[in-house]
């Protein structure tokens, strides 16, 4: 905001002078041949310096003509220009997280009885999330799974019953994550690509034995321990910043009920709510993530 203040005062003050003379070749020009000068009279005002509109001698008080006659032929090349785009069905704008401010809201220990409401507070929102489901819950709640794809959001691999993965063995922690991942694939077609260990309990045995990108987050609102969806919206509005990924938990109703707030705000603060994939990017090496790495 205030460094534009500075460019705008010099501008007015270098575009006096340069109104003087535009007036005069505008006077000039009314003189020989008005119907030209109405066609290019608002270019010829941009093309010189004078770009501003809040100042008093405005070249509009020097045309006589009403703009109804904007019909006449200078005009078509200008408001001809854009043809077959508009035409072809366009995909869906994509995001750079790169250039816009973005922040991944995650969802775990999913789905539940709760996932439907805040599916559509992130539609209303025009918000994408990752859910991070467990696999024994799919086949209870398969439309809910499938809704979650449907909405553009991410699926994503929390393990078939939530056990410690650092803890059964490296075997048993391959076999659990890939038994999660066939059972998405055979609800929703779709094959998850992230996972989040519970309890980001990991290791490198882990990592090894998965091999697969494990996602973690930089901003916890605790929510299963803070039933209290005050607590949870001011902790991810005040914490959450460019890059972030925050964990929650949609088996909690306080946590969905905290959802609308940290949208609106979010969004009105500038944020696109994307997925773990809109964030970090598709086809991560086998690691340990917890944010966009920003420079
Ligand atoms: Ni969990």
Redesign the pocket.
């Known amino acids: 905001m205030t460094e534009h203040v500075g460019e705008k005062n010099t501008l007015q003050r270098k575009t006096f002078a340069a109104y003087v003379s535009a007036f005069a070749a505008t006077a000039a020009l009314l003189a020989g041949c008005t119907s030209e000068v109405e066609a290019t009279t608002p270019r010829t005002t941009t093309a010189t310096p004078t770009t501003e509109t809040s100042t008093p001698i405005p070249t509009s008080t020097e045309i006589p003509r009403p703009t109804s006659t904007r019909t006449t032929t200078p005009i078509e090349t200008v408001t001809a220009i854009p043809p077959a785009p508009t035409e072809i069905e366009q995909p869906p704008a994509t995001i750079d997280c790169l250039v816009q401010k973005c922040i991944a809201l995650t969802f ?2 999913g789905p539940s009885p709760y996932t439907g409401q805040l599916l559509d507070d992130l539609a209303a929102h025009d918000a994408k999330a990752t859910f ?1 489901v ?1 696999g024994n819950r799919i086949a209870q709640y398969a439309d809910t799974v499938r809704e979650i794809r449907d909405g553009g959001h991410q699926l994503a691999n ?1 393990s078939w019953r ?1 056990d410690n993965l650092t803890s059964i063995g490296a075997a048993a922690a391959a076999a659990d994550i890939a038994r999660t991942n066939t059972e998405i694939f055979n609800h929703t077609g779709v094959t998850p690509e992230i996972m ?1 260990p ?2 980001g309990a990991t290791n490198q045995t882990v990592i090894d034995a998965v091999d697969m990108p494990q996602i973690m987050w930089s901003v916890d609102p605790e929510d299963w321990k803070y039933r209290d969806s005050n607590y949870v919206a001011n902790h991810v509005i005040s914490n959450a910043k460019r890059g972030d990924i925050v964990l929650m ?1 949609d088996i909690h109703p306080t946590t969905v009920n905290a959802v609308p707030r940290i949208l609106s705000t979010l969004r009105s603060d500038g944020y696109q709510l994307v997925t773990v994939d809109t964030l970090l990017g598709t086809n991560l090496p086998t690691a340990k993530y917890s944010r966009q790495p920003l420079g």
Request: negative net charge.
């Open positions: 775990d220990d991070f467990v929390h939530h989040r519970p309890y938990h």
